[in-house]
């Protein structure tokens, strides 16, 4: 099979010739048919993140069908495979409903092989059905983008004005399901991001701007996407007494220090950290209550580098996304739930 594979992070992939992979005990063998790309790809591919699996298959917003292996999918199923990849079960986390803590954990695209590539492996009880209203590609954000939103969403409570600051995949999926909720929602982006700030007016923010100024009015709730320690403080500032800022990346530039001032006032600050397997099962029945519209640009498996620079470049609007194997469906870039 054809997977591009990262030798040494600060490295281009390479595409290369690679070993079909074969199943382990409750592994399926799953053919790739799409592979979002993620801003934690771009983290491990430029060395942010310490200890990958090397040589690395990156990509962990898998979605493909099953090919053999396991006991809980048949031949043909279509499933997708997130960041969470496998957990011990035993641990002090993983009994007591917090698996996405767990001490051992392995994930995909990172400690165990991804999805740049025609096949993988993964075991099964950690994949998900995908539901059918979403074609392949069009899917392929949700397994990590939308996961990891809807994560950071459900930490921001019930907040009824929901700052949302820096609006690529993930926040494209969160502002939808938000305003499916009946929340308000602000997109802050880079200054002169103007592609940004219409896709958010356009999937329901009432206000997109730039981050650097004030809010236009008080938060409940904001959810930091963007890997800027900066953005911390500047959240804290804007949202209410008692509001919680939700630090969504799994990579971010040092937080000034600040004033207590900006903290009094019984708000917080919180990072989310991967995803349980509850999280994907809650999203994905909340799709069917309110599906959203992920906004995709394509690349084929070869130009997986290229879909990185891009994102590292701010250059992708909505969710960039490996068409592995091309899916008989439209060709329109903004694929929407049938
Ligand atoms: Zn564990
Ligand atoms: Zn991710």
Same mark, same amino acid.
């Given at each position: 099979m054809r997977g591009l594979v990262l030798e040494q992070p600060g490295t281009p992939l390479r595409e290369r010739e690679l070993p079909s992979p074969e199943p382990g005990p409750g592994q399926v063998r799953i053919a790739i048919r799409a592979c979002g790309v993620c801003r934690t790809d771009l983290h491990v591919r430029d060395g942010e993140l310490p200890h990958p699996k090397l040589p690395l298959v990156l990509g962990h917003e898998i979605v493909g069908t099953v090919v053999d292996g396991g006991e809980r999918f048949r031949a043909g199923d279509r499933v997708g495979v997130p960041w969470l990849g496998w957990t011990c079960g035993l641990c002090r986390y993983c009994r007591s409903g917090r698996e996405n803590l767990c001490d051992l954990a392995r994930f995909t695209g990172y400690t165990l092989d991804g999805g740049y590539a025609e096949e993988t492996v993964a075991d099964e009880r950690y994949c998900f059905a995908i539901p059918a209203g979403y074609d392949d590609v069009a899917a392929a954000p949700l397994l990590c983008a939308g996961l990891i939103g809807y994560r950071s969403l459900v930490l921001a409570g019930d907040a009824e004005r929901l700052g949302l600051y820096g609006f690529g995949a993930s926040a494209h999926i969160v502002a939808q399901i938000a305003r499916g909720q009946g929340r308000r929602v602000f997109a802050f982006t880079r200054a002169g991001d103007d592609a940004a700030q219409s896709l958010a007016r356009e999937l329901g923010a009432e206000w997109a701007g730039a981050t650097g100024g004030p809010a236009p009015e008080e938060l409940d709730a904001a959810i930091i996407? =963007?890997? =800027?320690?900066?953005?911390v403080p500047e959240a804290l500032r804007a949202v209410a007494k008692g509001g919680v800022v939700v630090c969504a990346g799994i990579h971010m530039s040092d937080i000034p220090s600040f004033p207590y001032e900006l903290l009094w006032g019984e708000r917080s600050v919180r990072s989310v950290a991967n995803l349980t397997r509850r999280d994907g099962d809650e999203l994905f029945a909340l799709l069917e209550r309110i599906p959203v519209r992920t906004e995709v640009e394509r690349f084929p498996l070869a130009d997986g580098e290229d879909a990185l620079a891009r994102l590292r470049a701010g250059q992708v609007r909505g969710a960039a996304v490996l068409a592995v194997a091309q899916a008989a469906t439209g060709s329109s870039d903004a694929a929407a739930p049938r």
């Open positions: 996407f =963007a890997p =800027a320690g900066e953005l």
